[in-house]
């Protein structure tokens, strides 16, 4: 069985910094990157960025990209999103998931595990 724990998320003022953390345990032995998911209330699950385990390739949503750098510490299965320069419209719940897609999938329904999520709350 796979675990997926997020923590980091807060509230904050727009313009401030947040680092969101997924801590991945079981069995993950098929899985080859973990993807960060976000959903605002009334909205669909969208992309923000993942990383691939092997070699810490990054992608990213147009949304983020140049704001929320997405690193990765090996030794601790833990991958980071580090949200800088936050937005009111970056508010959301962020769910972490493990791909074993050589390219992770942008869509939510090809995800089978999930986290409980971490609430982002920015204020303008």
């Known amino acids: 069985q796979v675990q997926l724990v997020e923590s980091g998320g807060g509230l904050v003022q727009a313009g401030g910094s947040l680092r969101l953390s997924c801590a991945v345990s079981?069995?993950?032995?098929?899985?080859?990157?973990v993807t960060w998911f976000r959903q605002a209330p009334g909205k669909e699950r969208e992309f923000v960025a993942a990383?691939?385990?092997?070699?810490?390739?990054?992608y990213y949503a147009d949304s983020v990209k140049g704001r929320f750098p997405i690193s990765i510490d090996n030794a601790k299965n833990t991958v980071y999103l580090q949200m800088n320069s936050l937005k009111p419209e970056d508010t959301a719940t962020y769910y972490c998931?493990?791909?074993?897609?050589?390219?992770?999938?942008?869509?939510?329904?090809?995800?089978?595990?999930w986290g409980q999520g971490t609430q982002v709350t920015v204020s303008s």
């Open positions: 079981g069995r993950t032995f098929s899985s080859r990157s």
């Open positions: 998931t493990i791909s074993s897609g050589v390219v992770p999938s942008t869509r939510s329904y090809d995800y089978d595990y």
């Open positions: 990383i691939r385990w092997s070699d810490g390739y990054t």
